[in-house]
Nanobody
């Protein structure tokens, strides 16, 4: 069982920035992909950004140009840099990882991001 430990959520004003971090219990390269999802009350969890083991990156359209997903091999950490945050970015953000064969999915505990003036 893979454990994912997230950090970096909080409250920020519109236009501000936050950086989320996710550290898996194993190597990030033992995962087929890692990424970030978000969820608001009454809604399904939405993919925000993902990075495959090979380095392919995807973003949901609403965050393109504002959010950047990256990984630091030495720190064994996946980051989500969020700039120019908007109130509609308010959600619980979850780190996600999939096994190499994509048969297993793992989730972090979630971290709250609130964008409000």
């Amino acid at each position: 069982q893979v454990q994912l430990v997230e950090s970096g959520g909080g409250m920020v004003q519109p236009g501000g920035s936050l950086r989320l971090s996710c550290v898996p219990s194993g190597s990030i390269f033992s995962m087929g992909s890692m990424g970030w999802y978000r969820q608001t009350p009454g809604n399904e969890r939405e993919m925000v950004a993902g990075i495959s083991r090979g380095g392919t990156i995807n973003y949901v359209d609403s965050v393109k140009g504002r959010f950047t997903i990256s990984r630091d091999n030495a720190e064994n950490t996946v980051y989500l840099q969020m700039n120019n945050l908007k109130p509609e970015d308010t959600a619980v953000y979850y780190c996600n990882a999939r096994s190499l064969d994509y048969t297993e999915t793992y989730w972090g505990q979630g971290t709250q991001v609130t964008v409000s003036s």
